[in-house]
């Protein structure tokens, strides 16, 4: 096996993109996305001049001289062939220590188990690739936190395959939010807006869901950053419920008691105008599984939910684009929180992935870096995507 350190970064891409175990996380757009902390590393791995693994690897400084490195949702190769992982681990760590660097870190595309929200009924165990691995790197646990890992270990994902009907997959009670009969008499229209407008329209909600929520987002510069490395192939598309307000205050004029309510609409139409974006998601595309990577809201329309409607529409458009699965995001593994019983109600599977695993190149600064001193904490924080 040959690494290579120079090839051509669209047949690099080109074999994340189709491979079963490639993820958007292992492309040269997200490595642009991440460029202003992260210098990318492009590897591939050939055998008689055919690729047989990929790596982009984000390094980062943790020290004056010595360096994290990263490898999101990879390697991406063939995880049936423990003899191509062996080797593939074996090669980028002897990479990563020329480097200076004293860990290298690795979380594969790989459920550990798929199970059905629905009934909780097992669909798919992955142990066998979990064990394979763990021979070869030290896993860092199957904790139930989400921010125990770089990347959220259990994720909700609405399978699209064999063209199923993504209307019954939403539980009964809410199929009535996620329809036009519901949102259009209330004001509410599901668009796209790709733009630079749409960039300044989410950040503004990612904002006020920032302030609303007490933690720390991305702001405008990186979903700027995220539109432009995406918008060129077509890989990224935002969507908002958009509001128009007129409607709103008429459709809720013929309710009882509601003159409160009226008054308060006028006065939100007065500070905003005519047509609100309400809320926003962004998602991503460019392999089987399109990934919703993040959501925002204005929590003063927040009672009429238009969310649903928001999140339905993303998950139909993967559909009708020949997608296979609709990332809806990260939960927590306790499943007991808002965020989880929200992304339920569209009625996906829950996908447990494997996890983080390490090769330590260093111990002690890997000591230091497990046990959270100050610096390499930030940077921790700083990893999540």
């Known amino acids: 096996m040959k690494l290579v350190l120079d090839y051509d970064l669209d047949k690099f891409d080109d074999y994340v993109k189709n491979h079963p175990f490639g993820s958007i996380l292992q ?33 980062r400084n943790t020290a004056k001289l010595t360096s994290l490195f990263y490898c999101s949702r990879g390697f ?3 995880y049936n062939k423990e003899i191509v992982l062996k080797e593939v681990i074996a090669l980028t760590k002897e990479y990563v220590k020329s480097k200076h660097g004293f860990l290298l870190r690795f979380d594969p595309e790989i459920p550990l188990k798929v199970t059905d929200t629905k009934d909780d009924q097992l669909i798919t165990d ?26 959220p270990r259990f994720q909700m994902v609405v399978n699209l395959k064999d063209n199923v009907d993504v209307l019954s997959l939403v539980k009964s009670k809410k199929r009535r939010l ?21 960039v300044k329209e989410f950040s503004r909600l990612s904002k006020l869901t920032e302030i609303r929520q007490n933690v720390a987002l991305r702001n405008k510069d990186y979903f700027m950053n995220m539109y432009e490395a995406f918008k060129d192939k077509n890989d990224i598309k935002i969507f908002f419920a958009k509001l128009d307000i007129d409607v709103l205050i008429e459709y809720t004029k ?16 007065n500070e905003h105008g005519q047509y609100i974006y309400t809320n926003g998601i962004i998602c991503i595309y460019g392999t089987p599984m399109v990934q919703m990577f993040y959501g925002a809201s204005d929590e003063a329309f927040a009672k009429y939910k238009p969310g649903y409607g928001l999140h339905f529409h993303g998950i139909k458009d993967a559909q009708d684009n020949g997608y296979d699965y609709f990332n809806l ?40 870096f497990t046990k959270g001193l100050p610096l390499l904490k930030t940077i921790k924080r700083k990893i999540k995507r």
């Open 27 to 59: 492309t040269s757009a997200w490595a642009k996305v991440k460029a202003s902390d992260w210098q990318p590393h492009f590897l591939t791995f050939l055998e008689d001049d055919k690729i047989v693994a990929t790596a982009l690897l984000l390094q």
């Open 76 to 78: 991406v190769l063939d």
């Open 126 to 151: 992955n142990q066998k690739y979990y064990d394979m691995i763990s021979k070869h790197a030290k896993s860092t646990g199957l904790s139930l936190d989400m921010s125990s890992t770089f990347q």
């Open 178 to 198: 996620v329809k036009d009969t519901y949102l259009q008499p209330r004001g509410f229209e599901i668009i796209e807006d790709t733009s630079v407008n749409g």
């Open 254 to 269: 013929t309710l009882e008691n509601s003159n409160d309510e009226v008054f308060r609409l006028v006065q939100l139409k």
């Open 329 to 368: 995001g990260g939960v927590q593994g306790t499943l007991d929180d808002g965020l989880s019983r929200f992304k339920s109600e569209f009625g996906p599977e829950l996908f447990e992935y494997v996890g983080d695993f390490d090769v330590i190149i260093n111990q002690p600064f890997y000591n230091a």
